[in-house]
């Protein structure tokens, strides 16, 4: 019979598995919600410009920054379903 302790761990161990399965869903939504909101801006031309050129008013999330962790987000996408979770 397990001890007291091992239950403590055992039940503690699954809460955190738990928890980032269920952030890694959340990931993958957002990372999914993103892709659609990028393609639907960079469908049309006036609206991409106007949203880089305001993007690249902001000192910390320019449009080569907002890309870039774009980019971050799907590869952490694909890398999370590749891996199954």
Request: charged letters at 20%; glycine letters at 2%.
């Given at each position: 019979m397990a001890?007291?302790?091992?239950w403590i761990d055992f039940k503690m161990l699954r809460s955190i598995v738990e928890q980032a399965g269920a952030e890694s869903s959340?990931?993958?939504?957002?990372?999914?919600?993103l892709e659609a909101i990028v393609a639907e801006?960079?469908?049309d031309p006036d609206r991409l410009a106007e949203a880089g050129?305001?993007?690249?008013?902001?000192?910390?999330?320019?449009?080569a920054a907002l890309l870039a962790r774009h980019e971050k987000?799907?590869?952490?996408?694909?890398?999370?379903i590749?891996?199954?979770l």
């Open positions: 001890s007291e302790q091992a959340a990931l993958k939504d957002l990372a999914t919600k801006i960079a469908a050129a305001l993007a690249d008013t902001h000192f910390e999330w320019t449009s987000l799907l590869a952490s996408r694909a890398y999370l590749s891996q199954g």
